[in-house]
Each structure stands twice: as C-alpha cells, then as structure tokens.
C-alpha cells in the first residue's frame, strides 16, 4: 500500500539520521491513553508531604540528552496530538519513532523533555518488541527507574503497558522479540558502563538478583513469557527494597503501579485522594468499570506475599498516615475486594485490630486513623470495599457509639458518611440513627451538613424513618412549632439556617448545594406534603430565582419527577410560573427545568405553556437555550400546524405511559 504523502512528510520530519532498530509494521488498538500525567499528579497532595530531593539523580555527562533530541521528541508528541488518518498511519508513526530510542530507552525516559514522549509510545505502540526493548534497558538499570522522579513515571506507563498486553496478547504484533542489549549495537551506554553505574546504587546482593533475573529473560522462548518473567523480577526488586521505597515520593508510585499489575486490576483512578471541585470532576469522568485481567499464578504469589508483608513488616498506623503509602494500602483493598474477598475479610480485621482499637489518652477522642487526612481516605476504602460480615463486626466492635463524634469532626466526619451509606440492613441503620438523630442541633452548629445528606439518604434507601427524620429536621431548623413557621421548611433547607437567621429577602437567590441535595432526598420520600406545600408557599418570584439557580434547578426537576409527589401539587407548580417562561427558556438552567416540567404538563397545560412562548419564538431563536426549548415544545408546529401539534402531543403521551409501563414491569 502506497503511503499518504502527508505520512510521508511525517515520516521524513520525525527520522533521524543514524542507527536505527528495524521492526516490522505494527497495527495499532485505538484509543490508548497516555497515564503519564494522570500518574504524576499522584505525588504528594495530601498531609505529611514527602519532598524526595534524594531521589534526583544526576546523570553523567554521557547519559544527557542533546538538544536536537529533546526536539526531535517534542516535535513527535506534537505530531501525535493532532491524530492520524487511520490506524496503519500511527503505526508507522510509532514505529519510526521507536526507532530512534534504540539504544537511549534509559536516558530518554529519566529526561524532562523526552519523557512525556516515552510514556506516550509505550501507552500506545503494539509492537512487543518495542516493549520487550524497554523492559531490558528498565531492568539493567532497574534502581534507577524505580526511584528517578522522571524515570519512575516511565516505569509505571510500562507496568501498565505489561497488564495490556497480558489482558489481548493477540492485538500485538510479536516481530522479532528479542530481549537483547541494544546498547551493545549503538555503541551507547555499554553493559560495563551500566554496570559501574548499578554498583552505585545496588548492593551485591541486589546485583545479583538483578544479572539472575535478566539472564534468566533472556533465555526465554515466548514473548509472553518475557514480559511476565520481567513483571516478576521488578515485583521482586521492589519487595526487597520495599522499606527503602514504601515511604519514598517517587519509588512508592512504581510499587503501587507494580501491585495493581500483580492483582491483575489497575485501579488508579480509583483510589481517593485531595483534589480540587474541578480535577475530581475530570477524574470521576473518566473512571470506568475495572476490569480484571487473568493473570499467572507466580503474580497471585508475589502479590499475597505483598500483602502479608504490609501486614507484618510495618506498623500500619504509619502506612495509612503517610499521604503516599495510603494510595498503597487502597490499591490492595480493592484488589483484594474483586481477587480475593476472603484474604481482604482477614486483612480488614488485621487493620482494625492493630489501628481502630488504638485509644487515645482522652476518652473522649478518636482513634487517630479517623483523625488523620491521609488515614481518613483508607478508612473509607475499607469500608466501602469489605464485605457485609466484616462492616458489621467493624460497627459493633469499633464504631458504635463514637459515630456522632466522628460526625462532629471535621475529618472523621467523611468516614462517619460512609457508615450511614454502608449500612447493611434497615435494622443496623436504626441504630446509627438513634445515636445520630440527638446530634441533629450540633451537626447544623459545626456546619456537617453533608453528615444530615447521607441521613436523609439512607432513610430512603431503607424506607425508615423518613417522618420522623423530617420532624427531627424541623425542630433543629427551629420551624416545627409554632404551627404558621413550617411554611419556611424548605427556604430554611435551602439555606440551612434556622428560622431565627433566615432573611426573607434570600428567597430566590442562590442555594446552597447541600441543602439542594438534602431536599431532593425529602421529595423522594413516602410522603411529601410538609416540603411540597412549603415550596409553592415561596411565592412564583422565588421559584423562578430558584429555577435559574444551579443547585436550585435540581430541587424543582426533584418536585416534579417524583412519584410522591401529588399531581395537583405539580400542576400548582406550573400555574404559579405562567408568566415566567419566556425568561426560563432562555436561561441556562431555567431552559432544563421547563422541558422538565414538558414532561408531567397535561395538554391543557402545554398549550398554556406554548402560547406564552409563541409570542416571544424571536427571543427563543437568538438563544442557544432558547431554541433548545422551542425544538422540545415543537413551537413552529404549534404556531403554524396547530392541530398537528396536537395530535404530536397525545402520541407523544401515550408512548411515554407505555415506556413507565415497561419500566414498572421490569
């Protein structure tokens, strides 16, 4: 096949003069992505920061990469980010690329300007020999790149590389995998260069690991073989050095990355961590199912005796409170959780008897892993991932009876939440609520309004409480009595502040995001009338305000989607907006809740809708929103078509009844 003469432009720009590695055409899987910086934003964003100068090595002169290296790999990762034609395309692309690493895989990879471009040939070429190559260079040098603060980056995308091709072996193409020195070709780098270079950070005991392990590759037949013999000599390397790298900013990475290829899952993105609204919101996008890799036994192996290392070797108080061997400790929970149930049942009850039973010299203190930041997020894991029999021994050997206080403290209170949410049963919810509910006062005091959300939450997971949660709700909000104060119930929701503070000029203006998530859970309850009554009591003003309000507009889309919820109340709602929907259809979020409220309108209704909005179709057409509600109301039908609108309409309700038909049925 004759090549596109734009990859042939390509291909003159991004080839170097010299000696190259020659490698067969490879086909590409799409959509590989590139983990590097996903994996360097892991360091070092909770407590107890590790700064890791030691780990910058300095190379030697010789090991530095010149400049027009550095931008012949900057001008490839530009390239790459603008997409190929076609799959045969960026196969060519990363091969001619590869070949230029011939030799440098070390020096390339633990190099700021070249690393980025590593990472993004080993996330996506499909040639094993390609990573075979690297493997090889990786582990002569394998101290180096476990504890580089460039480097160790490289590491981990080639661990994750390994579990890929171990997951579809067949999507790659093998050529000639040959685990060979290719430095030993170039003239770069040669053996007894690196050798030297080893001994200055290796013991001999270490070195020999490292020879055995490497001879041992060489020798072997399959391509599979090579890759798993490689994952099992740096797991090997790693646990033996696992005091020296476990509490270390960079080398933990490679640990963690080295456990997750063990257990056959790779549950980064997973794993909690501080992180701003906007990144965690990127990261919750881009979490996926996880998927588990079948893996060899002599993996299941080394990563049981990983784990009964961690269990034995270390205090784990230590390894939960440091804010990099935590992310360690959560990646083994998970794993365990989809590996083995049994063997995280026994390590669940090792954390709790060596972390949870800790008492503070105050009695009236908590244990310190609920206090620490960094501990905090792993006694969240434990409890999200045990199973049922364990989460009850942790309630009534740990926590009952602290839960309040832990719902009062500004760290605890998250694992508090995830107790509420983790309940097993209605009959183990009605106890933490019993010991919650005398609290309520104190939890609107210290601002934990987030602990009363998981509250509400769970009364409608287990149909308990739900009445008594709401009267419990008034009283501390201070509306239950006298009778004429329990028309400001959801106002004083919405804003959390008790009836004394509310301000009545507030109506209509912004809400606060808990309140808008703790009223939705109240519309979804058995009975509704106390919040359905005092929402329209706010007045049309007020709701509009609300409808246009980002957390507001979700509280309207609860009211009229809930089942609870009466009709007359619903269609009270959308008489009390006749005359503001002109400036609801226009606005961003006001547009959704109107095609929302589309939805429950009966005919009557709709047409009272659309006939408002026909007068003002210009206004509607210069708006993005706008023309979004005129094309779900059918408004031209409706102006110029009439009676085909109408007979739209009745359709239109009738296959939407036979779809909740279906729905129910289900």
């Not at 060979?180 to 950070?201: L, M, P, Y």
């Not at 149930?341 to 390590?347: A, Q």
């Not at 609920?370 to 021994?393: G, H, I």
């Not at 779900?632 to 739209?648: A, M, P, Q």
Request: charged share 25%; with cysteine.
């Amino acid at each position: 096949r004759l090549l596109s003469a734009r990859m042939k432009a390509a291909k003159r720009t991004l080839r170097q003069p010299g000696e190259s590695c020659s490698h067969k055409k490879t086909t590409m899987r799409p959509n590989v992505r590139n983990v590097g910086d996903s994996l360097r934003a892991c360091a070092g964003h909770r407590s107890n920061r590790v700064e890791d100068r030691s780990d910058h090595v300095q190379f030697s002169p010789s090991h530095h990469v010149d400049k027009d290296t550095k931008s012949y790999f900057t001008m490839a990762c530009e390239r790459f980010q603008e997409g190929f034609e076609d799959d045969e395309d960026k196969a060519l692309f990363l091969e001619n690329v590869a070949e230029q690493t011939c030799g440098k895989e070390v020096q390339l990879s633990c190099d700021d300007s070249t690393s980025h471009c590593m990472q993004m040939l080993l996330s996506n070429t499909r040639s094993i020999s390609v990573l075979t190559r690297f493997m090889s260079s990786f582990l002569d040098d394998v101290h180096l790149m476990c504890t580089h603060h460039i480097g160790a980056y490289v590491m981990q995308t080639l661990l994750e590389a390994s579990l890929r091709y171990l997951q579809s072996p067949s999507t790659y193409t093998e050529g000639e995998c040959e685990y060979t020195d290719a430095s030993s070709k170039h003239g770069i780098n040669t053996a007894k260069k690196r050798a030297v270079e080893a001994k200055k950070h290796l013991a001999t005991s270490q070195d020999s690991l490292q020879d055995i392990d490497n001879s041992h590759v060489t020798r072997l037949a399959s391509c599979r073989d090579k890759v798993v013999s490689w994952v099992l000599a740096v797991g090997r390397f790693c646990l033996e050095n696992i005091r020296e790298f476990v509490f270390s900013g960079v080398p933990t990475h490679v640990i963690r990355s080295v456990v997750q290829v063990l257990g056959g899952c790779y549950v980064e993105k997973h794993l909690s961590r501080p992180q701003t609204s906007k990144k965690r919101q990127k990261t919750e996008q881009q979490k996926k199912n996880i998927e588990v890799v079948d893996v060899p036994e002599e993996y299941d192996e080394l990563f049981g005796t990983y784990v009964e290392t961690i269990k034995t070797e270390f205090d784990l108080l230590d390894i939960m409170s440091n804010n990099v061997a935590s992310m360690l400790l959560q990646a083994l929970i998970m794993i365990l959780q989809l590996k083995n149930p049994k063997l995280l049942s026994r390590l669940v009850k090792h954390i709790a008897s060596a972390v949870f039973s800790q008492s503070p010299s105050d009695e009236r203190a908590l244990p310190p892993a609920f206090m620490d930041p960094s501990a905090s997020f792993t006694v969240e894991e434990l409890l999200k991932r045990c199973s049922a029999k364990s989460f009850t021994k942790l309630w009534d050997n740990y926590i009952s009876g602290i839960l309040l206080r832990m719902s009062l403290h500004p760290v605890s209170t998250f694992c508090a939440q995830r107790v509420v949410e983790c309940a097993t049963s209605s009959e183990q919810f009605q106890e933490m609520y019993e010991e919650l509910e005398p609290g309520f006062d104190a939890l609107l005091d210290h601002q934990q309004i987030s602990m009363l959300v998981c509250i509400a939450a769970a009364c409608k997971t287990h149909s308990v409480n739900q009445a008594r949660f709401v009267t419990a709700l008034m009283k501390t909000l201070h509306c239950a009595d006298p009778e004429d104060r329990q028309t400001f119930l959801t106002p004083l929701i919405l804003y959390m502040k008790r009836y004394e503070e509310f301000d009545k000029a507030q109506l209509g203006t912004a809400v606060i995001y808990q309140g808008s998530l703790l009223l939705q859970h109240l519309l979804s309850f058995g009975k509704t009338r106390q919040v359905s009554q005092s929402l329209l009591s706010m007045g049309s003003q007020a709701l509009k305000g609300i409808a246009c309000c980002p957390c507001g507009s979700h509280v309207l889309d609860a009211f009229v989607q809930s089942d609870h919820v009466k009709k007359t109340s619903k269609e009270e709602l959308v008489r009390m907006l006749k005359g503001h929907y002109g400036s609801l259809a226009v606005d961003k979020y006001g547009s959704c809740f109107v095609m929302n409220l589309w939805g429950v309108a009966n005919l009557a209704q709709k047409t009272e809708i659309a006939e408002e909005l026909s007068d003002k179709e210009s206004v509607l057409a210069a708006s993005m929103h706008g023309k979004l509600v005129s094309k779900k109301l059918c408004l031209h039908h409706f102006i110029h078509r009439r009676n085909d609108w109408v007979e739209l309409q009745k359709s239109n309700k009738k296959t939407s009844l036979l779809f909740q038909d279906i729905l129910k049925e289900k």
